[in-house]
Each structure stands twice: as C-alpha cells, then as structure tokens.
C-alpha cells in the first residue's frame, strides 16, 4: 500500500535535537491524524487536521509542534525530546474527519 | 470522556479454534470500526458497523454490533495462521463537542500456534 507515505521510517535523535516527521496522502483526503504508538498505550490520538485546519489536540506536550501546510501533507516538529517519547509515531488519512483511517507504515523513534 | 474497552488483551489458540475480542464503550456510538494490525505493521482497517445488531462477515471473520450500539465483537472461526496480529476496536463518538472522533481500544493480541 503505498496511500499514505511516512519519512523517516526511523530516527534517532537526541534530546536536545530538532527533528521533523513527515507525512504525505495520495488517496484525497479531507482529514490528517497523528497516533503514537507504545507499548504501553497502544494508540494515542495525538493531533487531527481537517480541511487543514487543526480540530484535535489531545493534550500532548509543546515539544510535539504539528504543521498541515495542506490536505496532503502532515508534519510533526519535535524538539527536546524525553527518552519516554521514543516510539511508533503512525500517521493516518480518512475522506473526512471520523471516517476509516488509512495508516502510514510509521516512524519508529527513539530518543537518546 | 469516552473509553473504548477491548478484552482480553492477550489470546494464545491452536491454529483452527475459534477466537473472540470483544469491545465496549462507556458510551453510545455513531459507528465502530476494526483494524488489524500485523506484528511490525501499521493498522489496516477491516470493516464499519453502523446499524443497531448489525452482523457483517467477511470469510472468516464475524463482525457485530451491539443492540445499544456500545459494544461489538469481532468472532474469527477456525484460526490460521495468517490471523496473527493485533486487531483493534475503535469507537466513533455519537456526540459531544468531538464529533468524529475516534477512540481505539488497546487492542487483543493473537497468537496462533501451528
């Protein structure tokens, strides 16, 4: 499946690096989702876009910066990192906002 | 807030026995949707159920729905091995000021020993 495109699909980076995750759609969509997945909390709802605007923000701390410069594209900035926000960082598209998602392959992240 | 409650979180089976997830919602759904999500995979979206009782199948695998539309199953008859994974329940919000969104569970993970 190549619909919904991540890059990098690994980093590692340090805590006092600033590095950004990149996500692009090819299927249309109205709708961007950021997940973090970890062991601990299978799949976290981090942020939602529709129609590029930004409808979702599950409290997650300020060092996660997202940016939906349009309906295909999604980043995530990240700067001083904690070694607990090493994980699977998946995006995922739907035709509008609650509709089925379809998931990127992710970005495994780990924070040193 | 809305929670989504998925057991068990582990299932080990002998291949060809049957295998049960079960989901339950603290509140009432507009619609509940699966995932599957293979060991180093992403999640895949497998099926949407909409209706009150609603009852979907696919192959092997049983979909339902629950009659106060806050809980589903997902049912998969004679395990293979290519059942192998996690699937995920995911509950869409009938209400409220977050119309859409979507509440996973944490997820069953199957083990099917050949």
């Known amino acids: 499946e190549t619909g919904v495109t991540q890059t990098p699909r690994h980093l590692v980076m340090g805590m006092t690096n600033k590095k950004s995750l990149k996500c692009e759609q090819h299927l249309g969509h109205n709708a961007m989702y950021w997940y973090k997945q970890s062991a601990k909390k299978p799949l976290e709802l981090m942020f939602v876009?529709?129609?590029?605007?930004?409808?979702e923000n599950n409290s997650v701390p300020s060092r996660f910066s997202p940016e939906c410069p349009n309906s295909s594209h999604l980043f995530l900035h990240l700067h001083t990192l904690q070694p607990e926000d090493s994980a699977l960082y998946l995006c995922?598209?739907?035709?509008?906002?609650?509709?089925?998602?379809?998931f990127g392959p992710g970005t495994r992240l780990t924070v040193t | 807030g809305q929670q989504v409650m998925q057991i068990p979180q582990y299932q080990h089976v002998q291949e060809g026995e049957d295998f049960t997830t079960y989901c339950n919602s603290s509140t009432t759904l507009s619609n509940i949707q699966w995932y599957k999500q293979r060991p180093g995979g992403h999640p895949v979206f497998l099926i949407q159920?909409?209706?009150?009782?609603e009852v979907k199948k696919q192959k092997r695998l049983t979909f339902q729905f629950g009659e106060a539309k806050k809980n589903s199953s997902l049912h998969i008859t004679a395990t293979q091995t290519t059942d192998v994974g996690t699937y995920f329940c995911a509950g869409n919000n009938a209400g409220g000021t977050s119309y859409g969104k979507l509440t996973f569970g944490q997820g069953t993970i199957l083990t099917v020993h050949p």
């Open positions: 159920l909409v209706k009150s009782g």
């Open positions: 995922a598209s739907s035709l509008r906002w609650g509709y089925e998602q379809y």
């Open positions: 876009y529709s129609l590029e605007e930004r409808v």
